[in-house]
């Protein structure tokens, strides 16, 4: 399913000679056409007879009703991309049609949010900065819960291998909830937000399943990146994201104590993805979880920021750290959903709840003993010298927890 | 979205969508760069203070700048689009801002900076963005979300609030608010003391001031209400118009430069002794010694204590509750550099302001209950311990 770039055209401009640019006009693309043109100049000549060639239907609905482009299924699966003309910043596509949702039994108590998605509890105002405080049946009830999101991500994981489709995952996920009498509140994740769909995990490919349960009340959220196969961990650039988020977010959690103030979280996380050549997601957050799936504080994870608020016993929050190789800059899916960079590079974020104590920090989904995945060491080259990419890592450099 | 074809060919864009002025994506090497960043100013005011009067003038008499002016406040995270009227060389188009429907609840940044910023990077950098609240906006709200992290490298910054308010009128908001007037309580614990008014907050936000329609009201009228809003904020710059007319638009209403720059002179005028003639709010300032770097580590906490926790370190419950609308200052550091401080409500920065030889500092506050000299001094010795303290 990955589309490649154009080949060298000829510029669509009457009697121009030159090869086509890189640049196209907006109006075919939005049609599904591809005309490349030299430049704006001359795109301007040939405009009067170029747009022609936007009105292919005169249909007098058209205007009202914009054209619907998707692409044409194929006959031999019934698949099909459904943004074929959004301007994709990697290999990555959709993979239509996405399964059913999938439905909860009623017996299983639904956080207020399960139908529309808007968290109404969330946005009931409470004072924006307000932190809960659990007590300690609450913290207990957090304990539970989070322990129960840790199983199913393992058992999820445990999934994970080439010819897989994320979507088989999803339901593999679905059905551990049930088992557990919780409800998974959040999809698993591409970069972050992706939607589940039938396109199949290949060998080589870095993955992050991200689990959310709602669980006697109270929510668990967590997420890891997995290496899909063999090859995946030999791969210098995706081993070296990996495991610098991995990183980031253990030195991060090493910081969690009374007294901390949210904002420290993102110069640690910062500084250690710089050190490693790589680049913090900055759009996405860290959050206050408990009864409410997002509330405050917020924990940015990037350096420099005026996040309010310090931790004290008993308050519960995540730390989320998203890292990539390459620009920092993301883009959303035209489905306004799913996120990726907008160069294509490979990302990777791990997350964990945390629970504030009297002294530090307890990490309520910690990874058990059987859990897999785990931290994997720099691959060295076949003749014992270390790839170029390595930016001077020591092959033993491996994350702790 | 576009719909009829036009006279004129649109711009050819690249395979991501990006068009050919437009430098591309920075690339990882680039991280650093400096980005042009466009200044958003946000403009309030009761209906009828001449808000939209100000703009309309700003428009014209700005002709070959592009100004964005975006209606109604943001923060209304159910709207799907906003309607942002762009202006260049006098000629207005009406252009909608795409609400992204993600995840809000989980991004940084809110959803209207992120309408702003693509359409800046589709179409170019704005000269000025002019954000016009609704009449009773309560200004400490808004611009916290346009205060954007310097670490997320946007390319808008808060440039500074302008209140205009309404001579003829503006006594009387502050004295006898209607009910929809009262301003509403941000948390869970009530207000003692006297009541105030959105006006109020709307006044104490302010980075300038106009007071509007002065032809309508005698010498002594006016005179009173430039002392009610003096006494209100003591920091801001105050301009008296009529018909919102303003000499110059640069450094008064534009480019005020007001959430990075802290100004010493602003500062020192603040400290001047100015009548307490509001029940409800009003400015304290306090000195602040040279600090070492533990000192200003110590400072710190002192700010995350009063900001964020609402605590006096050191003091008896003795002084009334109170609240911190804005706060600047400047701090003298052992070494020769300059701290300048910046807040708005519970969220502040102290960022690096250059050098200066080493000489006291100021921190001025503006909130509600802080007026009396009671609280002035409870909250310098507050300062002083918390400082002193090894």
């Known amino acids: ?401 | 979205m576009d719909e009829d074809e036009e006279d004129s060919p649109p711009e050819l864009v690249a395979n991501d969508g990006s068009n050919t002025t437009v430098p591309n994506e920075l690339s990882s090497g680039l991280q650093d760069v400096k980005l042009t960043r466009a200044p958003i100013t946000i403009i309030t005011g009761y209906l009828g203070a001449g808000k939209t009067t100000l703009l309309n003038y700003i428009l014209t008499a700005r002709h070959g700048k592009k100004i964005a002016v975006i209606l109604n406040e943001f923060g209304n995270s159910t709207e799907i689009e906003k309607s942002l009227t762009v202006s260049q060389d006098s000629v207005s188009s009406e252009q909608w801002l795409e609400l992204a429907n993600g995840c809000i609840c989980c991004s940084v940044k809110d959803s209207g900076v992120n309408a702003i910023e693509s359409l800046m990077d589709r179409q170019g950098t704005f000269d000025y963005i002019l954000l016009e609240t609704t009449g009773l906006a309560d200004p400490g709200n808004i611009a916290p979300l346009f205060w954007v992290d310097e670490g997320l490298g946007s390319t808008i910054y808060l440039d500074g609030i302008v209140t205009l308010v309404d001579a003829k009128n503006l006594l009387r908001c502050l004295n006898e608010p209607t009910k929809e007037e009262e301003a509403s309580e941000h948390d869970e614990h009530h207000a003692t003391g006297p009541l105030h008014s959105t006006a109020h907050l709307q006044i104490s936000h302010a980075d300038v001031i106009v007071v509007n329609k002065a032809d309508l009201v005698t010498d002594e009228e006016l005179q009173a209400v430039q002392e009610r809003v003096r006494s209100i904020n003591a920091l801001a710059e105050v301009r008296v118009t009529d018909h919102s007319r303003l000499p110059q638009l640069e450094g008064l209403v534009l480019d005020l430069h007001a959430y990075d720059k802290v100004d010493a002179g602003s500062l020192e005028f603040a400290t001047k002794g100015h009548s307490h003639l509001d029940p409800a709010i009003g400015t304290l300032s306090l000195v602040v010694q040279v600090l070492d770097d533990a000192g200003l580590q110590r400072l710190d906490a002192w700010l995350r204590a009063v900001l964020w926790s609402r605590e006096l370190p050191g003091s008896n419950s003795d002084t009334e509750d109170w609240d911190i609308h804005r706060i600047k200052g400047r701090v003298s550091m052992t070494d020769g550099k300059l701290k300048m401080l910046q807040g708005v409500r519970e969220i502040f920065e102290l960022i690096d302001g250059g050098e200066s030889s080493p000489c006291a500092g100021k921190i001025v506050m503006i909130g509600r209950n802080i007026g009396s000299q009671t609280t002035l001094s409870a909250f310098q010795q507050s300062l002083d311990s918390a400082l002193a303290a090894s």
Request: hydrophobic share 30%.
């Open chain 1, 1 to 401: 399913m990955v589309v490649e770039a154009p080949s060298k055209k000829q510029c669509q401009g009457a009697d121009c000679e030159n090869a086509a640019s890189a640049l196209q006009c907006p109006t075919c693309q939005k049609i599904g056409k591809e005309s490349f043109f030299c430049s704006q100049d001359c795109f301007k000549r040939n405009w009067s007879t170029h747009k022609v060639l936007h009105q292919n239907q005169s249909n007098p609905l058209r205007t009202l009703f914009p054209p619907k482009v998707i692409s044409e299924p194929d006959p031999a699966t019934g698949h099909y991309n459904p943004f074929p003309t959004f301007p994709y910043t990697g290999s990555l596509r959709p993979v239509y049609p996405l399964s059913p949702r999938r439905e909860v039994p009623k017996r299983i108590t639904h956080p207020d949010y399960a139908n529309d998605g808007i968290p109404r509890s969330e946005q009931k105002f409470v004072g924006r900065n307000n932190i809960r405080i659990l007590d300690k049946k609450e913290q207990d009830g957090m304990r539970k819960v989070c322990r129960l999101a840790r199983e199913v991500l393992d058992i999820a994981a445990r999934e994970v291998k080439p010819g897989v489709t994320t979507d088989y995952i999803d339901e593999v996920v679905h059905k551990a909830c049930l088992e557990r009498d919780s409800v998974c509140t959040s999809p698993n994740e591409v970069i972050c937000h992706g939607i589940p769909d039938q396109r199949t995990l290949a060998e080589g490919d870095i993955v992050n399943i991200d689990v959310t349960l709602y669980h006697g009340g109270f929510h668990g959220d967590l997420n890891e990146t997995y290496y899909v196969g063999e090859s995946a961990s030999k791969h210098a650039a995706s081993v070296r994201v990996v495991e610098t988020a991995r990183q980031c977010l253990d030195q991060a959690i090493k910081a969690v104590k009374p007294g901390t103030p949210f904002r420290d979280y993102g110069n640690i996380i910062e500084k250690h993805a710089k050190s490693r050549d790589c680049s913090v997601i900055k759009t996405y957050c860290g959050h206050g979880i408990n009864q409410l799936f997002h509330c405050a504080p917020n924990v940015p994870h990037y350096a420099k920021n005026k996040a309010v608020g310090t931790a004290k016993p008993g308050m519960c929050f995540t730390i989320e750290p998203m890292i990539s190789l390459g620009s920092y800059k993301d883009k959303t899916w035209p489905d306004n959903w799913t996120s990726v960079t907008s160069d294509g590079s490979r990302t990777a974020q791990f997350e964990h709840t945390l629970l504030v104590t009297e002294d530090g920090v307890e990490v309520l989904t910690a990874r058990l003993s059987d859990s897999p995945g785990g931290p994997m060491p720099m691959p060295v080259e076949a003749n014992g010298e270390k790839p170029a990419d390595t930016n001077g890592d020591k092959a033993a450099d491996v994350a702790t927890t």
